[in-house]
């Protein structure tokens, strides 16, 4: 709970974790879900004792800009309403985990991360959108907006709580 804004580096592709952590803490990737390294790294950050920030770049991720559409990783299938429900399950997942583990304290940064981030990787994509997409974005991501704590919104800029 110390350095929460850590939770903004939830790729599991640039960590390392002990072995006798992940067995300790029973630690295992959820199946079954999309996103699961955001839930999987919410969980490591809260239950670790300790953990070592690395400064230089361990990982580079390449978007390759001519990709068959069906080799698109899931987070850039952002154009499928299925791939915001899945968004939104895992945030609901990772709430849950940080109210009953003892760790929520630290919601509203995590909220703020999903604003900053998650929730700010579809806004971009909005005025491309057809009104059935936009409808379906709606019912998906608007009851979840609504449990956000007041403290996250009123850290974005000006700007970015105008789009909310």
């Known amino acids: 709970d ?6 903004f580096e939830h790729l599991s592709t640039s960590k390392m974790y002990a072995r ?6 029973r630690l295992r990737f959820p199946e079954g879900i999309h996103y699961e390294d955001q839930l999987f790294s919410a969980q490591a950050y809260c239950l670790a004792r300790a953990f070592t920030v690395i400064p230089e770049p361990v990982y580079v991720w390449y978007i390759e800009p001519y990709a068959a559409t069906g080799s698109a990783s899931i987070s850039n299938q952002r154009d499928r ?7 939104i399950h ?6 849950e985990f940080l109210e009953t583990s003892g760790h929520g304290a630290i919601r509203p940064e995590k909220d703020y991360k ?17 009104d059935a997409w936009l409808t379906g974005f709606a019912e998906l991501v608007t009851p979840y907006l609504d449990t956000l704590s007041p403290a996250a919104y009123a850290r974005l800029p000006r700007t970015e709580r105008v789009v909310l």
């Open 114 to 130: 999903f604003l900053k981030h998650d929730f700010r990787m579809y806004a971009g994509d909005l005025p491309r959108r057809d």
């Open 90 to 95: 895992v945030q609901r997942l990772i709430d």
């Open 81 to 87: 309403l299925e791939n915001v429900a899945d968004r």
């Open 20 to 25: 006798a952590f992940l067995d300790r803490a």
């Open 2 to 7: 110390q350095e929460p804004e850590l939770l």
